[in-house]
């Protein structure tokens, strides 16, 4: 196992393009062991790519990636047999049953050692016993998704690569599944999980808003969330279609979202009479509504990067 | 660790073949066809591909009406090939029948046939052939030959002698005597093995893609050439057991023997399935689905059949084509397989067929693995 606080994953002016389509667009990344990393950005963003050019299954178009040291085009070998990988489609056998799909994963690894008592060890962990004959085709999401992380871990691998993990399952075992990749990030293992759930991205250590393949925003869930570059308002009581219409028409102002009788304005952190001058649109419409000030949340994060990212070109 | 790492590949591999054993049995299609595609086109193959027509319907119109004219509708009922299924004097009548498809061939004797057969360079006898059947013009041909030539020089029938170089010619085309299902069963075996082998290896990688496995077996230690192997391994089997049932069923049904030697022709079938697998390895590097997988391997599975001098013979194609059918390892196995079977040659005397084959395995494993590891890309 590598050291915690050393650096896992690092990568510079990392690219991929498909063609003419740049998927992946000069990232630098930075991610120390031990600790969840998270990928948040919209589907397309380049998130997978990303993830598949650091197991090297994809090689990067232009700039480099090493994973504890290792080129991930020289020695995508040798980083293999320390890498977990868990694909956004659920990628072992339908065919198979639990232990059928667990077996083959350790003799692909090289497991060493009593090989069926560390499946049976996986089958605890992951809440596999019932499921120990019954074809992965025939599971839940949920079950799936636990058989698919038990295979990702057989082997014990430093770092674990989950692309949208918790895409196909309900919201309780997407709480388990979590839980699970805290423990194993406590075990010392290296996590970097893609997610387009805000809740998800805000329980990783650190996160990377991905967007258009280009990172738009770093660092850790709190800190973004602070440093957001805008003021964020929420105004309560106008709910109808005409609030929003009217607010987004003002210059100054990145967004509008409506959550059920509340709206949450995003606006530019240079104007300092934003409040006011809110106030005083809805005046003007005969809207009675309370605005105040709040504090950002990661949406707001998101959406205020992604922004200026469609701004910058 | 050389020895350990040999020992980590081996249990891959195995590990590989186990995993498409086991899907293979539980998927109930496939495992069927593993049996019923042989047993199915060996049946097929054997009862409808057959040069030797027999029993055709046929319409006589006999305006001689002569002894000598009736001896020669009873040559051409002895011969089998035709069934006389009508007989008339009006020659609309005849053309009736044949236009209604109700008879393939007409025999018109004309009224001075004796005459004609004596002395007259005229034609003696007109057979109508139903030329959208196009096999039958050659049948015919030899139908015409058959009665004269056994006549020819001992009698009534020597004044067909201007005719006789021309229907010895016809004669040597179609031979009443031979049996079909001799020459077809066993080039019938690479057929089979060629429909089977590139069929199924095509779509094995391909499946993996389509159902998203590849994804995570590419983040395995697993090597290409490892994941390949172990896919075509359970194949192999399937291969020779398919071989069986075909050698079986063939001496069983047509009793087609195996002159020569089994273990050459379990050897050269050894080395025609690996060949096979390859092209369909090869394949599989092409086609993204299985539905296109499909499509490539039949595009190879036609010419195979068409050019392998199954169908026809190697010698009377266009030079093009047979340097195509060079290309092709069943116009390699036809000819290995055809020796052993029927003439008893040793598997050695093949030599040069089993290089080809080799050259186009070790080619086509060589194209895959290249080409599979762009693919990653």
Not at chain 1, 221 to 232: C, T, W
Not at chain 2, 350 to 368: E, N, R, Y
């Amino acid at each position: 196992m590598s050291e915690p606080g050393q650096t896992a994953i690092s990568a510079r002016q990392l690219t991929r393009k498909f063609g003419a389509k740049v998927a992946v667009d000069h990232i630098d990344l930075d991610i120390p062991s031990g600790r969840i990393y998270g990928f948040l950005g919209p589907n397309g963003s380049g998130k997978s790519t990303t993830l598949r050019m650091l197991c090297g299954m994809l090689l990067p178009s232009d700039g480099h990636a090493e994973v504890f040291g290792l080129s991930v085009v020289k020695d995508a070998e040798a980083i293999r047999r320390r890498l977990g990988y868990m694909p956004q489609k659920f990628s072992l056998w339908e065919d198979l049953t639990t232990d059928e799909n667990l077996r083959f994963m350790a003799d692909l690894y090289g497991l060493e050692g009593n090989v069926e008592a560390r499946i049976a060890e996986q089958r605890a962990t992951y809440n596999l016993e019932d499921l120990r004959t019954q074809r992965a085709g025939t599971m839940s999401g949920g079950q799936k998704q636990r058989l698919a992380l038990a295979a990702a871990t057989l082997h014990s691998p430093e770092l674990l690569l989950l692309d949208e993990p918790t895409s196909a399952v309900d919201p309780q075992s997407r709480r388990d599944f979590w839980e699970r990749l805290f423990q194993l990030a406590e075990g010392g293992a290296t996590i970097l999980v893609s997610t387009h759930y805000m809740d998800e991205a805000e329980r990783c250590h650190g996160l990377a808003i991905i967007a258009e393949g280009r990172m738009v925003a770093e660092g850790t869930p709190r800190a973004l969330m602070a440093a957001v570059d805008a003021n964020i308002y929420e105004i309560e009581g106008a709910d109808g279609s005409e609030a929003p219409r009217l607010i987004r028409e003002l210059p100054w102002v990145h967004g509008v979202t409506q959550l059920g009788i509340r709206l949450r304005v995003l606006a530019n952190r240079s104007v300092k009479d934003a409040e006011v001058q809110l106030r005083t649109l809805l005046k003007q419409h005969h809207i009675e509504a309370k605005v105040e000030l709040t504090s950002a949340s990661l949406e707001d994060v998101f959406v205020v990067a992604t922004r200026r990212e469609n701004n910058g070109r | 660790m050389a020895v350990s790492r040999m020992r980590a590949a081996v249990r891959r591999l195995k590990a590989v073949a186990t995993k498409e054993v086991r899907q293979l049995s539980r998927d109930r299609v496939t495992f069927g066809m593993i049996v019923g595609v042989p047993l199915m086109q060996i049946i097929l193959f054997g009862y409808a591909i057959n040069y030797d027509v027999r029993n055709l319907a046929t319409v006589v119109q006999d305006d001689a009406n002569t002894s000598m004219s009736r001896e020669f509708i009873a040559q051409l009922k002895a011969t089998q090939v035709v069934h006389i299924t009508y007989t008339t004097r009006s020659s609309d009548e005849l053309e009736r029948l044949m236009r209604e498809g109700r008879a393939s061939m007409a025999v018109v004797i004309p009224h001075d046939f004796e005459r004609r057969l004596q002395a007259d360079t005229r034609p003696v006898v007109q057979i109508l052939v139903d030329g959208s059947q196009p096999q039958l013009a050659v049948v015919a041909g030899g139908i015409a030959a058959v009665p004269l030539l056994t006549r020819h020089g001992e009698g009534p029938y020597s004044g067909g002698k201007r005719m006789a170089p021309r229907r010895i010619e016809i004669r040597t085309l179609y031979n009443p005597e031979k049996r079909t299902a001799v020459q077809i069963v066993p080039a019938l075996i690479g057929v089979i093995l060629t429909m089977t082998m590139v069929l199924f290896t095509s779509g094995a990688i391909v499946r993996e893609r389509e159902r998203g496995n590849l994804e995570l077996l590419i983040a395995t230690p697993l090597s290409s050439l490892e994941l390949m192997v172990g896919k075509l391994l359970p194949y192999v089997f399937i291969g020779l057991i398919q071989t069986t049932i075909i050698l079986i069923v063939g001496a069983w049904l047509f009793s087609v023997p195996v002159v020569g030697r089994l273990v050459d022709l379990y050897a050269a079938a050894l080395v025609f399935i690996a060949a096979t697998l390859g092209l369909g390895l090869f394949v599989s590097t092409l086609a993204q689905t299985q539905f296109q997988a499909f499509q490539l391997a039949f595009l190879t599975l036609l010419p195979s059949i068409l050019l392998s001098g199954f169908m026809f013979p190697f010698e009377g194609m266009p030079v093009a084509a047979q340097w195509l059918a060079e290309l092709l390892p069943l116009t390699h196995f036809n000819v290995i397989i055809r020796g052993i079977m029927l003439r008893g040659a040793d598997l050695p005397e093949a030599w040069l067929q089993l290089l080809k084959l080799s050259g186009f395995l070790t080619v086509m494993l060589i194209v895959a693995v290249v080409r599979f590891k762009k693919r990653l890309d």
